[in-house]
């Protein structure tokens, strides 16, 4: 695949975890355009395969790994499976997250009428379901924190590596309506700079990216029409994003590839890189 730069990442072994979905299959075979050995990592292991063969059909090294990102057990599993195919991980990339509907109101605003219950069907701040919040914390904090356990130990004993979570614009600025999702990103950001610190003495370097909007398999019915038309929250975003427009994948990879290599990042830890089109930065006015 095209990349906007190449950085030497030969004999390195990078395992991407969510790597079957659509952004983080193109961070997979950037990395393995750039010489890496790529262990795809997804709970689906159909889409886990299909980009690992398509790097392999693209002269790059690839494996598929079914991984749960919540199970310590899998966890172990798929880094024995990677260590005795391609070596031990020395780029992870936790890219495995999510929201929940039930972690979702149905409104921006709390209305006064909204709190007595009288609207049907209508999910307010009160209505938020613990299972669905704690689904979505599990999924964005655990799923960062869990895979980390379990695939740095041996960063740690080669004295070098590197980590790069996924956080979110969310992080900085939290929507409407998605309060489970907008605060476990910012448990994201927050826990990458806290490894940061922990892991600096160690040689493993702590990083993350946080992309704005960008239109994925998990968010299309959020924003685009079955016609293929915007959403009036796709409308709203837009205007909202100085650059008036979304994300493509490959607007990820600069700052990817920056952060994977040594030689152009090797004293960059703990930062938390916006990658949202000015989404962040606008106060609306």
Same mark, same amino acid.
């Given at each position: 695949m095209n990349v906007p730069f190449k950085v030497d990442l030969t004999d390195k072994v990078a395992?991407? $975890?969510g790597g079957g979905g659509v952004l983080c299959s193109t961070m997979a075979q950037a990395l393995a355009t750039c010489g890496a050995r790529i262990a795809v990592a997804d709970l689906k292991q159909e889409a886990a395969e299909a980009v690992a063969a398509k790097i392999r059909q693209a002269g790059g090294t690839?494996?598929?790994?079914a991984c749960n990102v919540l199970e310590k057990e899998s966890l172990a599993a798929a880094n024995e499976k990677v260590k005795q195919e391609l070596g031990s991980v020395d780029i992870l990339i936790n890219g495995a997250g999510g929201n929940h509907p +039930? =972690? $979702?109101?149905? #409104? *921006?605003? #709390?209305? +006064? *009428?909204d709190a007595s219950g009288a609207v049907k069907d209508l999910v307010t701040f009160y @209505? #938020? @379901?613990? +299972? =669905?919040?704690e689904f979505v914390f599990n999924l964005n904090f655990l799923g960062t924190l869990l895979p980390t356990q379990a695939f740095t130990r041996e960063m740690v004993g080669k004295g070098k590596g590197t980590v790069i979570n996924i956080s979110s614009m969310n992080a900085f600025r939290p929507l409407t309506k998605i309060p489970a999702y907008s605060g476990a990103k910012a448990a994201v950001s927050n826990f990458t700079q806290w490894m940061a610190v922990h892991f600096s003495k160690v040689g493993v370097r702590v990083n993350a990216i946080a992309p704005g909007f960008f239109v994925t398999d998990q968010n299309r019915s959020l924003l685009t029409k079955p016609d293929g038309s915007l959403t009036p929250r796709a409308n709203t975003i837009l205007a909202h994003t100085p650059m008036g427009k979304f994300g493509e994948p490959a607007d990820l990879l600069g700052v990817l590839l920056w952060l994977t290599s040594d030689a152009a990042s090797g004293f960059v830890t703990g930062v938390v890189v916006p990658i949202d089109g000015g989404f962040a930065a606008f106060s609306g006015v």
């Amino acid at each position: 695949m095209n990349v906007p730069f190449k950085v030497d990442l030969t004999d390195k072994v990078a395992l991407v $975890t969510g790597g079957g979905g659509v952004l983080c299959s193109t961070m997979a075979q950037a990395l393995a355009t750039c010489g890496a050995r790529i262990a795809v990592a997804d709970l689906k292991q159909e889409a886990a395969e299909a980009v690992a063969a398509k790097i392999r059909q693209a002269g790059g090294t690839a494996i598929s790994v079914a991984c749960n990102v919540l199970e310590k057990e899998s966890l172990a599993a798929a880094n024995e499976k990677v260590k005795q195919e391609l070596g031990s991980v020395d780029i992870l990339i936790n890219g495995a997250g999510g929201n929940h509907p +039930k =972690g $979702t109101t149905s #409104l *921006e605003y #709390l209305r +006064k *009428e909204d709190a007595s219950g009288a609207v049907k069907d209508l999910v307010t701040f009160y @209505d #938020l @379901d613990p +299972k =669905g919040i704690e689904f979505v914390f599990n999924l964005n904090f655990l799923g960062t924190l869990l895979p980390t356990q379990a695939f740095t130990r041996e960063m740690v004993g080669k004295g070098k590596g590197t980590v790069i979570n996924i956080s979110s614009m969310n992080a900085f600025r939290p929507l409407t309506k998605i309060p489970a999702y907008s605060g476990a990103k910012a448990a994201v950001s927050n826990f990458t700079q806290w490894m940061a610190v922990h892991f600096s003495k160690v040689g493993v370097r702590v990083n993350a990216i946080a992309p704005g909007f960008f239109v994925t398999d998990q968010n299309r019915s959020l924003l685009t029409k079955p016609d293929g038309s915007l959403t009036p929250r796709a409308n709203t975003i837009l205007a909202h994003t100085p650059m008036g427009k979304f994300g493509e994948p490959a607007d990820l990879l600069g700052v990817l590839l920056w952060l994977t290599s040594d030689a152009a990042s090797g004293f960059v830890t703990g930062v938390v890189v916006p990658i949202d089109g000015g989404f962040a930065a606008f106060s609306g006015v």
